[in-house]
């Protein structure tokens, strides 16, 4: 497909990682914008006008919005190499069950273990040990969700690769550790050695100085601040 | 135990996700067995096939199950493909599909349930929001017969069992559907004439009890 690729996204998101992850895993060349959240762009709101968040994918001129709704069309339009989805219907409905879990639960978990406090961080951290419990069973001792290579489930929980690590050091709380969840933290290792992955993250440093920095101003908002 | 052959749907009558699931095998024509299943004493048959959730619908098929009702539909589309494609077969027309779909997930039932649960201002807030929401969705349907176009598919069986909680949710917050967005009442009307929908919409009046039913539980006045 000779159509011009651009992402719009931004440098501490993981939701504009996963994008850039799926396109670099395919081969893809694409134009990445940063947008600065503080001050959108006209051409963000006007690519989506609904939510008016990134990550949004221009192809040709025309949007793709939703990580994960992204990351499918990504595997349907490119569909020669890398495929990011299983081929099968039941392997492929049980990806996209484990994405949305990872997307409507796991995710809102961590994040708000490492933001509350009191009597909330304590429900929100049982709830989590819960979650990364169902994910240390769901690797089935495979290198990647995905299996021997890296897949849309593995993908999605890039949060809980390097954010989740990150924040939960800020916090000063430690939920994922190799000693409860030996399997998840092998995962994380082999996620981040890959030189693909490497590159469509953030630096671990840079991430941490940003949000111990705005640790206040983050933490005192509802709302996962990228 | 062996496992149970063929398709089995466990699933709640008046549950519009389980519904969407009803559609999908109805357009395409497949024999299953439907289980009804009591959501307050959950079967150990629903707990070991949804182990993270605990919800309905389940689809299992030869035994294995899959949940959440749009993963379901998808699954449904892809192996009985032969017949009344849901999903269209274009990438950016399916991601677009999926975008609005999921809109439809993250707000219709979660600002439907604040109607009929809270009552003053924050009802009416809700019911402002609620009516935004279906302006949005009347938007992106513009002129057309469908939100598929000219043929019934995912989006209108995502948004369609919804529909059958209009009177309910008009009733209790004191709006009308028609003449807040008459395209999609006209819309949801094209959809009825479909044997696949009328037969498993549940009955208007029926979800108005039920929904008086959970009133009454939740203790909310009325």
């Avoid at chain 1, 897949?151 to 939920?175: H, M, P």
């Avoid at chain 1, 409860?180 to 991430?207: G, H, R, T």
């Avoid at chain 2, 009133?215 to 909310?220: E, P, Q």
Wanted: charge should be negative.
């Amino acid at each position: 497909m000779g159509e011009e690729v651009k992402l719009f996204g931004s440098y501490a998101s993981p939701f504009s990682s996963r994008v850039e992850l799926a396109l670099k895993l395919k081969g893809v060349s694409f134009e990445n914008i940063k947008e600065d959240l503080a001050n959108k762009s006209a051409l963000l709101v006007q690519y989506n006008p609904v939510h008016k968040k990134i990550p949004v994918l221009l192809h040709g001129g025309r949007p793709v919005i939703e990580s994960l709704i992204i990351l499918e069309y990504i595997d349907e339009t490119w569909d020669g190499n890398h495929a990011i989805l299983p081929k099968d219907p039941f392997e492929r409905a049980l990806a996209c069950f484990w994405v949305k879990f990872i997307d409507d639960k796991v995710l809102r978990a961590l994040w708000m273990s490492c933001r509350s406090e009191g009597e909330m961080q304590k429900n929100f951290m049982e709830q989590s040990k819960e979650y990364l419990e169902l994910l240390e069973n769901e690797l089935k001792g495979n290198k990647f969700f995905g299996g021997d290579a890296i897949g849309i489930v593995d993908i999605s929980a890039n949060f809980i690769a390097l954010w989740a690590i990150v924040l939960q050091e800020v916090a000063g709380i430690s939920l994922i550790n190799e000693e409860k969840y030996p399997i998840l933290c092998n995962w994380i290792e082999e996620f981040l050695s890959s030189e693909v992955v490497k590159e469509s993250l953030p630096e671990k440093e840079k991430l941490f100085a940003y949000f111990h920095a705005k640790k206040e101003v983050i933490f005192a908002n509802k709302a996962p601040a990228y | 135990m062996a496992r149970e052959k063929g398709v089995v749907l466990l699933d709640f009558w008046v549950s519009p996700f389980g519904q969407r699931v009803r559609i999908a095998l109805a357009e395409k024509g497949v024999d299953y067995e439907y289980k009804e299943q009591d959501l307050i004493n959950k079967s150990e048959h629903l707990l070991k096939s949804n182990p993270v959730y605990k919800k309905i619908p389940v689809l299992l098929r030869d035994g294995k199950p899959i949940s959440e009702s749009l993963i379901i539909v998808q699954y449904i589309d892809e192996v009985w493909s032969n017949k009344a494609p849901l999903l269209p077969a274009e990438p950016l027309a399916r991601a677009n599909a999926r975008f609005w779909a999921d809109f439809i997930d993250k707000k219709v039932y979660e600002c439907g349930t604040r109607l009929w649960k809270l009552v003053g201002e924050e009802q009416e807030a809700a019911k402002k929001e609620f009516i935004e929401i279906f302006k949005l969705l009347q938007g992106e349907l513009g002129d057309r017969k469908f939100f598929g176009g000219e043929t019934f598919g995912f989006l209108d069986l995502a948004l369609v069992p919804f529909v059958a909680w209009f009177y309910a949710y008009e009733t209790f917050a004191k709006f009308s559907m028609d003449e807040e967005c008459p395209k999609i009442v006209a819309w949801a009307k094209r959809c009825m004439e479909r044997e696949s929908v009328s037969k498993t919409l549940s009955d208007p009046n029926k979800v108005y009890e039920f929904v008086l039913f959970l009133k009454k539980k939740f203790g909310v006045e009325y």
